[in-house]
């Protein structure tokens, strides 16, 4: 059974770097059964998908986001991470890492979410 | 890259049939039979309900079920239970920028 937990701080100041870590087990996160992504939902609102990165390190952004986004892995220690630069409150939100699966682009397994709040 | 259109609110009694509408473009609903549905209860992560249009993962009961037709994509939930009571997203690959889209989420209440 694939598991996957968030970690990081839940504070952040204004225009500093979000950091989260996922670890993940019951897989090799080298698989390339998976795509090992980020979702984020704002207080209230509705999922907005961040990022993946494959196993090979290839990533995909939103595009919304993509000049203060990255995505990477460390193999390991079984876990990927999210950076996000240049916060402001419009980055407050729950973060979810989840897989999806590389067959059809649907996301199996979720972490339960960790909130970041963004305040000086 | 826009989100996928999805209706803010339906109801149902329970017992009752309630669908759910999805709609979006020929790059990204239209264009790819990768859809999916989650359904999530507050304060909990989402969880897949359905996957590639209208396919169920092991565990999710018969009474969800997903289709498509042109650029809306459907999930329709049959014999309600008050236990559906959820919030509702669908979400497809979209070719633009090899990314997925998530739509604005739909809020069920069994009656």
């Known amino acids: 059974q694939v598991q996957l937990q968030e970690s990081g701080p839940g504070l952040v100041k204004p225009s500093q770097t979000l950091s989260l870590t996922c670890t993940v087990s019951g897989v090799s996160i080298s698989s390339g059964d998976y795509y090992w992504s980020w979702i984020r939902q704002p207080p209230g609102k509705g999922l907005e998908w961040t990022g993946y990165i494959y196993y090979s390190g290839s990533t995909f952004y939103n595009p919304s986001l993509k000049s203060r986004v990255t995505i990477s892995l460390d193999t390991s220690k079984n876990q990927f991470s999210l950076k996000l630069s240049s916060v402001t409150a419009a980055d407050a939100a729950v973060y979810y890492c989840?897989?999806?699966?590389?067959?059809?682009?649907?996301?199996?397994?979720w972490g339960q979410g960790t909130l970041v709040t963004v305040s000086s | 890259q826009s989100a996928l259109t999805q209706p803010r609110s339906v109801s149902g009694s329970p017992g009752q049939s309630v669908t759910i509408s999805c709609t979006g473009t020929s790059s990204d609903v239209g264009g790819y039979n990768y859809v999916s549905w989650y359904q999530q209860h507050p304060g909990k992560a989402p969880k897949l309900m359905i996957y590639?249009?209208?396919k169920r993962p092991s565990g999710v009961p018969d009474r969800f079920s997903g289709s498509k037709s042109g650029n809306t994509a459907s999930l329709t939930i049959s014999g309600l239970l008050a236990e559906d009571e959820a919030d509702y997203y669908c979400?497809?690959?979209?070719?633009?920028?090899?990314?997925?889209?998530f739509g604005g989420g739909t809020k069920l209440t069994v009656l």
């Open positions: 590639d249009v209208s």
């Open positions: 989840a897989s999806m699966n590389s067959g059809g682009h649907y996301f199996d397994y």
């Open positions: 979400c497809s690959f979209a070719a633009t920028y090899t990314s997925v889209v």
